[in-house]
């Protein structure tokens, strides 16, 4: 998701949607009539991996026909493994779960502000 917002107030006044962004949309400009371009404020959301533990069954290739000699896959039991599920935004979890309401669109982005920081990064969003 890319946010774009008015610096002086922090209404967002466009929103990109998606969690990849190509090269050519994380560099797109969008202006509004209302808001001069050097007070037009971008964030990107960061996204990182959602990784949960899992148990997944050890598998191992046995002859299981000596007459034969097939070869089959075997069940030998079971381990815990970190398995990437989907993406998730990769900011605390308050920020994380308005995000996610956005895009679900359980909230409305435009009915929110986005909060800025003294070293001019976004803190959050607040309700207007």
Same mark, same amino acid.
């Given at each position: 998701m890319i946010v774009f917002y008015d610096k @002086?107030? +922090?209404r967002v006044f466009s929103v990109i949607e998606g969690r990849v962004h190509s090269e050519q949309?994380? $560099?797109i400009k969008v202006s509004s009539s209302e808001i001069p371009e050097n007070q !037009? +404020? /971008?964030? !990107? *959301?960061?996204f990182e991996p959602n990784v949960v533990e899992e148990i997944v069954e050890v598998k191992e290739l046995r002859v299981v026909d000596d007459k #034969? /000699? @097939?070869v089959s896959e075997v069940v030998v039991g079971e381990k815990k493994e970190m398995v990437a599920r989907g993406m998730k935004p990769a900011l605390d979890n308050t920020l994380s779960s308005l995000i996610l309401?956005?895009? $679900?669109? #359980?909230k409305d982005i435009y009915?929110? @502000? *986005? #909060? *800025?920081? /003294?070293? @001019? #990064? !976004?803190g959050g969003f607040i309700v207007k």
């Open positions: @002086r107030d +922090g949309q994380l $560099n !037009v +404020g /971008k964030y !990107v *959301v960061p #034969t /000699k @097939r309401d956005f895009e $679900n669109h #359980t009915k929110y @502000r *986005v #909060t *800025v920081n /003294k070293d @001019r #990064t !976004v």
